[in-house]
């Protein structure tokens, strides 16, 4: 029995150590995608000024829901050591990788024995998506997970693996647990809702579902009361921005959520052998926590799909990992078929068929994770160069951005550019401000003015008075944009200074 343990034992460790090995040379590199130029604007911002930093985005004092506990950390990081925030976010990048590899195996220890059952469990995370490629913060898949390890995402569920983990055991524990912890308990779930807001949402519903499940009695619940209380002082007094605030955020930040309700099937249908997991956890214990959690996932994004309140579709990540996390323990001898195993004391056969129906599951499993890895496999291109890899490889790699690094030795902190949305969710992140911010900002109350001040400015045949008044508005000195024969289509109030990748140029306003 010991060996027919180890077995699989080793192999499933095997792949999650290659696995936290490809993401750790992905930081070395740290590709551009996404919202890091945000994130690292927000380092930015700290490392000048930890007090009163303002707009991390545009040239304005206002707070924002970026300056979290984690980038507060990080800034103080930049402003002590002096390095440059691509680097510290690096640093940042293998604490919150450490984080979640840690989380996982913590949190997996809770619901299995089986030593295979972290490490396969941390394989499942990572691979068992769908078949169509996506990348989003607070989505586990390798490909997303390698753009977006950097990100105060990543952090924030790594933090909610250990704080689930910590929370199912003080439950257990009961009233025996001093107040101390569920104060802890208290705190560390502030910190999560306050370093990413809708991993804090997945973190909550996985915490519900553990105490629910648990069936815990008045004791415990008053505890669970004084901790609740206990997060809920931590968010209010939160000096960096008003976190309750957040609940009336809307409009453009459910437009650019609708596309998680796309291609569902394409994108998840791996997902269903993990569902298949919790329909056999669930037959087996109507209360498993995985399952209350998946319950509760389902719940919130169907509603914000129905609702038309699709960042509720952020949530998405509670219907994914309970399922997830099924699959990876649904290896322990007799997880399935026979009386629970608990860590200590690992289930036994509970019917002849066992060891069949084993094989099938091990088969099926073994299978949907080849298929996720190698839907993937484009991910291998962020630390192996392009034109080493093999043709069918090659051809699912993705490019990174490039960044904006050419027009550093003209730009300086704290000039303003007028810029697209495009480049203006990278141009901050060395150090400049922007005219409108690459992404909705609740906190900005002239938000909407200054995305139709860039348009103006951009608009085809905008005479020269426009342009001018929208420049001494918000003082801007540069414009990004991509090249049209000398700047002749944005006037004589520019001229070219340098010119970029993919044809963009680098004009400095004339005064």
């Not at 295979?116 to 068992?128: E, G, H, K």
């Not at 090659?394 to 810029?419: F, S």
């Not at 005219?435 to 139709?452: K, T």
Request: glycine share 16%.
């Amino acid at each position: 029995m010991r060996g027919a343990l180890r077995r699989p034992s080793v192999v499933a460790q095997v792949g999650a150590g290659l696995v936290v090995v490809l993401l750790l040379l992905v930081v070395v590199r740290l590709p551009w995608a996404g919202d890091l130029g945000m994130h690292a604007a927000t380092v930015q911002r700290l490392r000048h000024d930890l007090v009163d930093p303002g707009n991390p985005l545009v040239d304005a004092d206002t707070p924002s829901p970026y300056y979290s506990p984690w980038m507060l950390v990080l800034g103080c990081v930049a402003r002590v050591t002096g390095f440059s925030v691509f680097v510290v976010l690096r640093i940042g990048a293998v604490v919150a990788l450490g984080l979640f590899v840690s989380g996982v195996w913590r949190y997996v220890r809770t619901l299995s024995a089986h030593p295979a059952a972290p490490a396969l469990s941390l394989l499942c995370l990572v691979f068992l998506w769908g078949t169509s490629l996506f990348t989003w913060s607070g989505f586990l898949g390798l490909n997303s997970l390698a753009l977006t390890v950097s990100y105060p995402s990543v952090f924030a569920l790594g933090l909610a693996f250990h704080f689930w983990a910590w929370l199912a055991g003080a439950v257990r524990a009961g009233s025996v647990r001093g107040w101390g912890v569920w104060a802890g308990l208290g705190v560390l779930w502030a910190v999560i809702l306050l370093c990413h807001q809708f991993s804090g949402v997945v973190a909550s519903l996985g915490a519900l579902a553990t105490v629910v499940a648990a069936r815990v009695g008045g004791a415990v619940w008053w505890r669970l009361g004084v901790g609740a209380l206990v997060g809920v002082g931590v968010l209010r007094v939160w000096p960096y921005y008003d976190f309750f605030a957040l609940a009336g955020a809307g409009g453009d930040l459910e437009a650019v959520h609708r596309g998680l309700y796309r291609d569902l099937v394409g994108r998840y249908w791996l997902v269903l052998v993990g569902v298949a997991a919790l329909g056999v956890r669930w037959w087996r214990d109507r209360w498993d926590p995985l399952v209350l959690f998946f319950v509760l996932g389902v719940v919130v994004v169907g509603v914000g799909g129905v609702s038309g309140h699709y960042s509720w579709g952020r949530a998405v990540p509670a219907v994914v990992i309970p399922a997830q996390i099924a699959a990876g323990v649904g290896v322990g001898v007799g997880e399935f078929w026979g009386r629970p195993g608990r860590p200590g004391r690992p289930g036994w056969p509970g019917w002849p068929g066992w060891k069949g129906l084993r094989g099938v599951w091990a088969g099926v499993l073994c299978g949907a994770l080849v298929v996720g890895g190698w839907t993937q496999v484009g991910t291998v291109g962020y630390v192996v160069p392009r034109g080493v890899l093999p043709g069918v490889v090659a051809a699912k790699y993705r490019v990174p951005w490039v960044g904006y690094h050419w027009v550093t030795p003209w730009i300086a902190y704290g000039d303003v550019v007028m810029a697209r949305t495009f480049a203006a969710r990278q141009i901050p992140a060395y150090g400049a401000y922007t005219v409108a911010p690459g992404y909705p900002d609740f906190f900005l109350p002239d938000e909407g003015r200054r995305g139709e001040a860039v348009r103006r400015y951009f608009a085809v045949g905008a005479s020269e008075g426009v342009r001018r008044g929208i420049v001494r508005a918000y003082g801007v000195r540069w414009v990004v944009d991509r090249g049209d024969g000398g700047g002749r289509g944005l006037g004589s109030g520019v001229r070219v200074v340098a010119r970029g990748p993919g044809g963009q140029v680098l004009y400095e306003v004339v005064r």
